[in-house]
């Protein structure tokens, strides 16, 4: 009997001592590979062929430990993804972050006014889109064709946000991410407005407009113009014609204001074809609703403010367009 008694305390101290070895190389950091890895698991993947994989990326020395690490964290499901490991880590973390779901995803932050040639460069910084092909899939307005028969691309439909993109995220995604972003804005807003017209005069005033004050004055300028035929004469969509040309070098040139393209309203009566921009909502508010005023002229103050002088005569424009010049010629 005590022969018995004393196997089975033997097996017990080898049984807490394995488990006990068991939890020690769960908790041992671990980490068999020299550039960061990325290891991704299709809905679907079962435990075994996750510790598999995490074995042959040097995420994890075994695949045991994976298992083991489940039977300790018992309750716990494994999330498919992608998932990049740049740093030793115990098996029980490994697990964490994948009973967790925390998978790989990159930012994509588009402030207000970007046009879709802003927002390539932007894109192609993270590495996994190519401006051009963000360009191509920008420029295909079939996305948008139900909500604005007359786009011609999908300017002003690219909702500027924060986005998350993961590394197999294509241009059309993005960009049919955007969009749906915008189709929630534009809801919230119950308008019943031609959304063609007002998002293309909401991207000028986003242009021009850079104290968020001012939105509904510059709105009123255009709208004031617009309403007694005179020239919009907006150096943004000079800038946008040059960019659809692929001629613009940073600076507007006497070649770009005389340029006939139909962008450039400084050749053309009215509205531009299509938005030069993508505005936000308080500019498309402004579109809405621009203030009640009587300027149809703003010119730049000379202060650095980013505000503007109104003027509802030439002569008082030209007044403040001299001081502007003066301000910043000394």
Known sequence: MRFLFRLF???LLLAVAAGGYVVYLLNQPYKAFSEPVFVEFPHGTSTNEMARML????VIEQPWLLQAARVLRRGKALQA??????KPATPLEVFGRIARGDIYYMELLIPEGYNMFDIAGEVEKLGTIK????LAAARNPALVKDLDPKAESLEGYLFPNKYRLYRHTTAQQLCRQMVAEFRTQWQSLGSKEDVHRTVTLASLVEREARLPEERAKVASVFQNRLKVGM???????TVYAALLEDRYRGVIHRSDLDNKNPYNTYQHVGLPPGPIANPGLRSIRAALEPADTPYLFFVAKADGSGGHNFSDSLRQHEAAVAQYHRATHH
């Open 9 to 11: 305390a033997m097996a």
């Open 55 to 58: 074995t042959e990326k040097g």
């Open 81 to 86: 993804g992608e998932y990049r490991f740049e």
């Open 131 to 134: 401006a051009s092909a963000f």
């Open 231 to 237: 020239k919009l004469d907006c150096d943004p969509t």
